[in-house]
């Protein structure tokens, strides 16, 4: 979906509804280098890849330039937040999606 925003006597393409995913991968000498031995049998092994989850509204300003607000999560935290809905409902603002969600704001230039 996509919307013209008439500002300023310049139009602006508002674009709300954007739904995305990426990964994470984490790269780190030690990181999970040995699990310990205290780990039951049919423990499953931790991964350094991640899946981000993602919602974006975006503005697009001009050909080349667009300003975005994103808010992600990551698959585990959001697996959580289903599994443990009460404790975030009780604990965090936004239905409990404040215990799981980081946000920014950005502005992308294409050269």
């Not at 999970?32 to 205290?38: H, R």
């Amino acid at each position: 979906t996509e919307w013209l925003l008439p500002v300023f006597n310049k139009e602006f393409r508002l674009k709300p509804v954007n739904f995305g995913f990426s990964t994470l991968v984490a790269q780190h000498d030690s990181l999970f280098l040995k699990l310990p031995e205290a780990l039951p049998d049919d423990y499953y092994a931790p991964t350094a890849v991640r899946i981000l989850l993602e919602y974006q509204v975006d503005v697009q300003l001009d050909k080349n330039t667009d300003a975005y607000f994103k808010l992600t999560a990551l698959d585990v935290g959001f697996a959580n937040y289903v599994r443990n809905y009460s404790f975030y409902r009780d604990n965090y603002d936004w239905l409990g999606l404040e215990g799981i969600l980081n946000w920014g704001v950005g502005i992308r230039r294409t050269f």
